[in-house]
Structures are given as C-alpha cells and as structure tokens.
C-alpha cells in the first residue's frame, strides 16, 4: 500500500525558516516524480516544487530563490527560507504524477500525504 507521510510543518515568525519531509511507503521515490503542494484556505491547491527522477527541479515563481526540494532514497524535502505570511498553508507532498506543478495540475497527481500545517506570522 502506498504512503506518503509529511512532517516538519509548524509556526514561525517571517523570515524564519521550516524544513518538510515527506517519507514514501510502498514504492521508492528514486524513479518518480515527486511533488510539494499546498492549500491556503478558500484557495485551490497550488503546486509548489517538484522532482524528477533525474533529480531537475521545478518552483513556483512564488517561492524560487526560497524555497529547495531535494530527494534522499525514500525521502523528499523542502527547506523554506524567509517565510513570509503568504506561504502559510497546509502543505501537502505528491507522488507519481505529471511531474508538472502548474495551476490545476494537482488534479493529476495520484498519490498524496495527509498534509502538514505551515503558518507563518507577521
């Protein structure tokens, strides 16, 4: 069976920093496209970052030059750097999609975690 489990979420102040694991059960990472979501409230969900199996990268112009995905084995993350209230959302890791993270692309990922919270205060 298929898991994704995030963790790493929590609240910080701007500026400050937070770094999310997602661990996968059930397949390895290595070889997928693994993505970052995440889901603001009254929003759609948007993609964030992503992975592929050659290890390139993708970033939403929202977070480049913040944020950096990165994959080790069975694990992928994301260190977020001077947060800004904007980015608060709940924070969601996909797995075995399009390896796209353009507006609605979220809709053709097939795998997804249970989210972690990430608030950021002003």
């Known amino acids: 069976q298929v898991q994704l489990v995030e963790s790493g979420g929590g609240s910080v102040q701007t500026g400050g920093s937070l770094r999310l694991s997602c661990t996968a059960s059930g397949f390895t990472s290595s070889g997928l496209c693994m993505a970052w979501f995440r889901q603001a409230p009254g929003k759609e969900r948007e993609g964030v970052s992503d992975?592929?199996?050659?290890?390139r990268t993708a970033y939403a112009d929202s977070v480049k030059g913040r944020f950096s995905i990165s994959e080790d084995k069975a694990t992928i993350y994301l260190q977020m750097n001077n947060l800004k209230p904007e980015d608060t959302a709940m924070y969601y890791c996909?797995?075995?999609?399009?390896?796209?993270?353009?507006?609605?692309?979220?809709?053709?990922?097939?795998?997804w975690g249970q989210g972690t919270q990430v608030t950021v205060s002003s």
């Open positions: 996909a797995a075995h999609g399009p390896c796209a993270i353009y507006s609605g692309a979220w809709r053709n990922w097939n795998y």
């Open positions: 992975i592929d199996k050659l290890g």
